[in-house]
C-alpha cells in the first residue's frame, strides 16, 4: 500500500490530505497510525484520508482509524500488542475526536465494512475533495 | 511462501507434508498453503478472488468472500499463532451454486464462531472494538461453521452465488 500526502489551507487551520492507495490489512495498518503521527508532530491536527484508490480495507483499518482521531486529538491510542483489553479500551475513548478525521470517497467494499462496523455515522464521508476540506 | 495446487491436486509443502481430506465437491478444490505471517494475507486475497470469480461469482459476491476469508486467516495468524510458526491452509471449492471455503491451522483450539460480536448500535464510546473481524465473516458469508479435529482448527465458510440477501447461519461442532 502507497501513502501520500498533501497539505491544504483550510476555514480553521490547514488540513492534510492522507491518500491510501492499494490495500490495507494486518500487515500494514500500524504504518498508517505511524504516519498520522509523523503528521500530528508536525502539527497537523485535522486529516482528510482520499480512499478513492483503497480497494480493500480489513477490520484493521477501523482500529487505525479510531487510533488516528485519538492521535490526532493529541493523546495516544493503545498498541495493539497490548492485546485485546487495548482493543476493547480504544472504544472507551470519546468520540469528539473523530470529527478531526473526514473520509474521502471509499469505494463500495470498503464503505460497506465502514458501514456494517457502524462507522459511518461517526466518521463524515464526502465524494468531492474540496468539500471535504472545506467541512472542517 | 505460498503455494497454490491447481484443482483437485494435492499440494506438497516444505517440510514434506499433504493436505489431508481436502473439501471434495464437484469442479475440485484448489488449495492455497501460506505461512502463519500477515505478509501472505494479500496473496490469500488474490487467491480467493480468482477462485469466487472462476465459480461465477458476482463482483459483490467476491468482495464479500474475500473480506471474511481475510479475517479469518488474519484471525488465525494473530490471535491463533500469536507470532508462533505454522500454517494456514486455505481451500476453495464451489458445491452447486455455494461458494465453499475452509480455513484450517494447527493453531491451539479457538472458535470464532463463539466470540461475542460488538453491538455497532453502541454509541462510539461504549462500544469495544474487538470482534469486528468475526462480525464481518458471519455478515458477510451464509454460513459459518468450526470444527476442530485432529488436523486443528477448521473454520468452514459458505456463500450463496447468485442470490440476494441470506441470513448467517452458526453451527458449532467439536471432536478430536
Do not use: C
Request: proline share 5%; aromatic share 6%.
Amino acid at each position: 500500500m502507497n501513502i501520500t500526502v498533501e497539505h491544504e489551507p483550510a476555514p480553521t487551520e490547514p488540513v492534510a490530505v492522507m491518500r491510501l492507495e492499494g490495500e490495507l490489512d494486518q500487515s500494514n495498518y500500524l504504518h498508517v497510525i505511524n504516519k498520522a503521527r509523523e503528521l500530528r508532530d508536525a502539527g497537523t491536527r485535522q486529516l482528510v484520508l482520499d480512499l478513492a484508490d483503497l480497494n480493500y480495507m480489513g477490520s484493521s483499518g477501523i482500529f487505525a482509524l479510531r487510533s488516528i482521531a485519538i492521535i490526532l486529538g493529541g493523546d495516544e491510542p493503545p498498541s495493539p500488542d497490548d492485546g485485546w483489553g487495548a482493543i476493547h479500551e480504544l472504544g472507551n475513548r470519546s468520540a469528539d475526536e473523530v470529527k478531526r478525521v473526514k473520509l474521502l470517497s471509499p469505494q463500495p467494499a470498503v464503505d460497506r465494512v465502514l458501514e456494517r462496523t457502524g462507522m459511518k455515522r461517526y466518521f463524515e464521508t464526502f465524494t468531492d475533495r474540496a468539500a471535504a476540506i472545506a467541512a472542517f | 511462501m505460498a503455494y497454490v495446487a491447481p484443482q483437485g491436486l494435492l499440494i506438497l509443502a516444505s517440510p514434506l507434508s499433504e493436505i489431508d481430506e481436502p473439501l471434495a465437491y464437484q469442479g475440485g478444490t484448489s488449495v492455497l498453503r501460506i505461512e502463519a505471517a500477515v505478509d501472505d494475507l494479500a496473496t490469500v486475497r488474490q487467491f480467493i478472488r480468482e477462485q469466487a470469480r472462476k465459480a461465477g461469482a458476482g463482483s459483490r459476491e467476491v468482495a464479500d468472500i474475500v473480506q471474511a476469508v481475510d479475517e479469518s486467516v488474519s484471525n488465525s495468524i494473530i490471535h491463533g499463532y500469536r507470532g508462533s510458526a505454522g500454517t494456514v491452509d486455505i481451500e476453495a471449492a464451489r458445491d452447486g451454486s455455494t461458494f465453499v471455503v475452509r480455513v484450517r491451522d494447527q493453531a491451539p483450539p479457538f472458535d470464532p464462531t463463539t466470540v461475542p460480536l460488538p453491538d455497532v448500535n453502541l454509541p462510539l464510546e461504549q462500544r469495544h472494538l474487538g470482534g469486528l473481524g468475526v462480525l464481518l465473516t458471519r455478515e458477510l458469508t451464509d454460513s459459518m461453521t468450526y470444527e476442530y479435529t485432529r488436523r486443528g482448527n477448521e473454520l468452514t465458510l459458505r456463500k450463496k452465488l447468485n442470490t440476494a440477501g441470506g441470513g448467517s447461519d452458526v453451527e458449532h461442532h467439536s471432536r478430536t
